[in-house]
């Protein structure tokens, strides 16, 4: 986008943002049509009553032959044609809002729903510095201004152009010399206009940004309340809305406040004009040069073409905020994420009984934190079929491998590798379907037990569910519920304990049955029975499967085939647990740490 050197907007670009709203227009041609063939035809019937009325004045009631019969039979003929006129009006008025707000309705879902899909699609590089509650701030209040401009504004704009255009035309036509100069006047009047609507569309998109401010707030508090109330921090985070608050409040005075002088400015300036123009016609009224019918016909278009002009002021307006919002959207939309498909991906081997994962000379650092290696020139190979474990102090990298064999990130130097296929090559279904993950902390979805299951293989039956749902222990908790398997969870699983989430999130990766399986500390939150229930089904789960387990509790690893000893990016030691605390190094530190303990 063009911009100043002071880094706004370039002026005769204001509204230049709004141009990216029509490929979601564009398949709706036909809606658009009809809608500005009854918002022509709407006008044109406006436009008509300023004329009937001077009939109804000339031919009915200043008539100068006929009795007072004639004139009555005269006056209501013309009434009758002012009624068909008004009824035209009426229909063809209700049918534009129809169009106009189906459409304003259908591209702005068509809007957030590419939007958010877009999103979706983003690697959490992006989320770093993006936060969520900004990002559902411009899905919904950037949204609905843009809803308002497309459903409303742009139509009552479009209207009123061709009734203040057509209204101009008719003046000029009673009156050329006058209404031309008037015509002139109103030119003045445009260029301010102009001027002032440049601050108003930076202080439009300015306001949008402070509400996403304060949503981002909101979003990144509610969902950590508990720690909010833990922490007894509720005065303080309430402040810091407050705060956030009051800033978009004030943004939005001087928004509206512009906006205001805006709309003043255009209805002085226009209607000052057209009161002159009037003058005019009064004046030539009492010299004889027109008849009263024709000045009727003139005060009635002034009437007309002075609404126009204040609703367009106000519809400039509208304009230049919908502008900023579709502004922020666009940036959404056309964000490109860092790790991107590959143009022809690699298909992968069949992987039967396990998939074989390199890792060869791999370096990374997070690039909101690009001075600092994560991991440093790591080496390793986990063949198929086996179980190893990756144990170390914390930020030792452990969780990083996981993310990269995801491909959430790309290596900053050496490749991964599953089953001879570097990561980067594979497609990312291909990929990410081939891998079945326990996180540390469960995420659970609002909805059903079931549902969250299924969540692992949507196709999968009911039948299917439930067994993975009775390996991980799940059924014992969940036929206890009030609906049993149908029992909502509540947003996040609230509903349930800890223990109760991580089971959810074990069945989810059985019933996915992936021939990788990469287990991020599964067990961490689960007591010392449903520990010993849990490690039993995980157990059954990773045969004929590739496993990968992260643990801080040296107790869960010990049956592993291999541990890898991780420490400051790297692998430092590898071996069995008895082969690690025979040789007396981190390894057999941190077990005489915990099983002394």
Do not use: C
Request: hydrophobic share 50%; no cysteine.
């Amino acid at each position: 986008m063009t911009s100043t050197p002071s880094g706004q907007p370039a002026p005769a670009r204001r509204i230049a943002p709004l141009r990216a709203l029509l490929p979601f227009v564009a398949p709706y041609r036909m809606q658009v049509a009809l809608a500005l063939l009854f918002l022509l035809l709407a006008a044109s019937a406006t436009l008509a009553l300023p004329y009937a009325v001077r009939l109804l004045v000339d031919q009915g009631l200043a008539a100068p032959a006929g009795g007072l019969g004639d004139k009555l039979v005269a006056v209501r003929q013309y009434f009758g044609v002012l009624f068909v006129v008004a009824v035209t009006l009426g229909i063809f008025t209700a049918a534009r809002f129809f169009m106009v707000s189906w459409l304003g309705d259908r591209v702005t879902t068509d809007l957030r729903q590419a939007v958010y899909a877009h999103v979706l699609g983003q690697s959490p590089q992006f989320f770093e510095t993006l936060k969520t509650g900004e990002v559902l701030s411009r899905l919904t209040t950037d949204t609905t201004v843009i809803q308002n401009a497309v459903g409303s504004s742009i139509s009552m704009g479009l209207r009123n152009t061709v009734l203040f255009v057509g209204g101009i035309a008719m003046l000029i036509a009673t009156s050329p010399r006058l209404m031309l100069t008037v015509v002139g006047i109103i030119a003045l009047v445009v260029l301010p206009a102009m001027l002032i609507g440049r601050r108003v569309r930076r202080l439009s998109r300015a306001s949008q940004d402070r509400i996403a401010d304060s949503s981002a707030i909101a979003g990144e508090v509610l969902n950590a309340v508990h720690v909010v109330q833990s922490f007894t921090q509720e005065a303080s985070e309430a402040r810091r809305f407050h705060e956030s608050n009051e800033r978009a409040f004030g943004t939005a005075v001087r928004r509206t406040a512009t906006r205001a002088t805006l709309t003043a400015f255009v209805i002085i300036g226009v209607f000052g004009s057209l009161l002159y123009g009037l003058y005019g016609g009064v004046q030539a009224v009492l010299a004889g040069r027109i008849t009263a019918g024709e000045l009727s016909q003139t005060a009635l278009y002034i009437s007309v073409v002075a609404g126009a002009a204040a609703v367009l002021g106000e519809v400039w307006g509208d304009l230049l905020r919908a502008s900023g919002a579709t502004e922020r959207l666009m940036e959404l939309l056309h964000s490109e994420s860092p790790i991107r498909a590959p143009a022809a991906p690699v298909p992968l081997p069949a992987a039967p009984h396990g998939t074989r994962v390199e890792f060869d000379r791999v370096t990374f650092a997070y690039p909101s934190r690009p001075q600092h290696r994560v991991l440093d020139g790591l080496s390793l190979t986990v063949d198929p079929g086996r179980t190893v474990a990756l144990v170390g102090p914390s930020g030792a990298g452990k969780s990083t491998i996981f993310q990269l064999l995801q491909r959430f990130y790309d290596t900053s130097d050496g490749a991964i590798r599953i089953d001879g296929v570097d990561v980067r090559s594979a497609a990312f279904g291909d990929l990410r379907r081939r891998i079945a993950v326990v996180p540390q902390e469960a995420t659970v979805f609002s909805g059903s037990v079931l549902d969250n299951i299924r969540y692992g293989r949507p196709d999968a039956s009911d039948d299917a569910a439930r067994s993975a749902a009775r390996a991980a222990h799940v059924e014992e908790f969940a036929l206890r519920l009030p609906d049993g398997y149908a029992t909502e969870v509540g947003e996040r699983g609230l509903r349930l304990s800890g223990g109760q989430r991580q089971r959810l999130a074990i069945a989810r990766a059985i019933l996915k049955d992936a021939p990788l399986l990469l287990l991020d500390e599964a067990t961490s939150a689960l007591d010392a029975e449903s520990e010993r229930a849990v490690q039993a089904a995980l157990d059954a789960a990773m045969r004929g499967r590739t496993t990968i387990v992260i643990a801080h509790r040296l107790a869960t690893v010990q049956r592993a085939d291999r541990i890898f000893v991780m420490d400051h990016g790297d692998i430092v030691e590898a071996g069995t647990h008895a082969e690690l605390v025979a040789r007396g190094g981190l390894y057999a530190r941190l077990a005489a740490m915990q099983f002394a303990g």
